[in-house]
């Protein structure tokens, strides 16, 4: 059974980083685009960065953008999430996601993945 499991989230003072991983198990998602998303309590879900199987194109939502950073390595089948200058309003649950292809017009929505891991919470104090 294909799995993405989310991990490096934790409690980190406002203007810290931290370093999330996303490492896929049941079948190898080096071909799919890659995604973050994340969920604040009692917000609705948004999109936060993607990048193609090849790592070639990105793209990032505008609250995020030169702060984080993400990658991939297709051979460990993992995907990271580098979070620098952290805001409180970064607190949220994080989610891993894979979708088959990478559409600039359909890469930041949410329902247009195909597998999505359990998430890993990210909180910011001030």
């Known amino acids: 059974q294909a799995q993405l499991v989310e991990s490096g989230g934790g409690l980190v003072q406002a203007g810290g980083s931290l370093r999330l991983s996303c490492a896929a198990s049941?079948?190898?998602?080096?071909?799919?685009?890659m995604g973050w998303f994340r969920q604040a309590p009692g917000k609705e879900r948004e999109f936060v960065a993607a990048?193609?199987?090849?790592?070639?194109?990105?793209d990032y939502a505008d609250s995020v953008k030169g702060r984080f950073t993400i990658s991939r390595d297709n051979a460990k089948d993992t995907v990271y999430l580098q979070m620098n200058s952290l805001k409180p309003e970064d607190t949220a649950v994080y989610y891993c996601?894979?979708?088959?292809?990478?559409?600039?017009?359909?890469?930041?929505?949410?329902?247009?993945?195909?597998?999505w891991g359990q998430g890993t919470q990210v909180t910011v104090s001030s």
């Open positions: 049941g079948r190898t998602f080096s071909r799919y685009a």
């Open positions: 990048i193609s199987w090849s790592g070639g194109l990105s």
């Open positions: 996601n894979a979708k088959r292809t990478f559409t600039i017009a359909t890469i930041r929505r949410g329902d247009q993945y195909d597998y």
